[in-house]
T-cell receptor, first 114, second 112 residues
Framework: GQQLNQSPQSMFIQEGEDVSMNCTSS?????WLWYKQDPGEGPVLLIA?????ELTSNGRLTAQFGITRKDSFLNISASIPSDVGIYFC??????????????FGEGTQLTVNP | DGGITQSPKYLFRKEGQNVTLSCEQN?????MYWYRQDPGQGLRLIYY???????QKGDIAEGYSVSREKKESFPLTVTSAQKNPTAFYLC???????????FGPGTRLTVT
């Protein structure tokens, strides 16, 4: 089941503002993934992280693999209206015995006002 | 071009009928997954398969069945035993060397 706490649940921001969201857990992870889902579509992989402390960018998006290996962060700079959607974190928990499954956060709904 | 396809995009069924959702990938990925998403909620794992002819139950497998006869295909059957089948269903696949999962466009199933 779900073991990732993703926050905030929702955000309402003005175009041009920066956005920060995070995922935390009591478990240790060896992979963190960040996805974006547009309404009625499947999630799209934005950034993948594999190493504690790793900082990776994809355009205006930057994600970090937390030093403790129990959290991850996603930042969006200078938001634009097309950033609207649901952002999910997902991770591969160390010690996961059930094959190749991931643990997902519940998502952050982002609304950008023009 | 390569990708994951799910068909149809919208599916309507009457209560008591079984329905099969299609998922095909031409990415040569080893593992495939089925998730269910309800409004305002995250993804819940139904079934997954790491190799052909093998699959495992996820967190909410009751009322669902799958098969994996070919590497490219992982169909999901929603049976009449599933109490609340109306939902958005997502299929994903994963190459063998990474934990990254790639999703299809989803099928919205409505059962009345």
């Amino acid at each position: 089941g779900q073991q990732l706490n993703q926050s905030p649940q929702s955000m309402f921001i003005q175009e041009g503002e920066d956005v920060s969201m995070n995922c935390t857990s009591s478990s240790i992870f060896n992979t963190w993934l960040w996805y974006k889902q547009d309404p009625g579509e499947g999630p799209v992989l934005l950034i993948a992280l594999y190493k504690a402390g790793e900082l990776t960018s994809n355009g205006r998006l930057t994600a970090q693999f937390g030093i403790t290996r129990k959290d991850s962060f996603l930042n969006i700079s200078a938001s634009i209206p097309s950033d609207v959607g649901i952002y999910f974190c997902a991770g591969r928990r160390v010690g996961e015995t059930s094959g190749s499954r991931l643990t997902f956060g519940e998502g952050t709904q982002l609304t950008v006002n023009p | 071009d390569g990708g994951i396809t799910q068909s149809p995009k919208y599916l309507f069924r009457k209560e008591g009928q079984n329905v099969t959702l299609s998922c095909e990938q031409n990415l040569n990925h080893d593992a495939m997954y089925w998730y269910r998403q309800d409004p305002g909620q995250g993804l819940r794992l139904i079934y997954y398969s790491q190799i052909v002819n093998d699959f495992q139950k996820g967190d909410i497998a009751e009322g669902y069945s799958v098969s994996r006869e070919k590497k490219e295909s992982f169909p999901l059957t929603v049976t009449s035993a599933q109490k609340n089948p109306t939902a958005f269903y997502l299929c994903a696949s994963r190459p063998g060397h990474t934990y990254e999962q790639y999703f299809g466009p989803g099928t919205r199933l409505t059962v009345t």
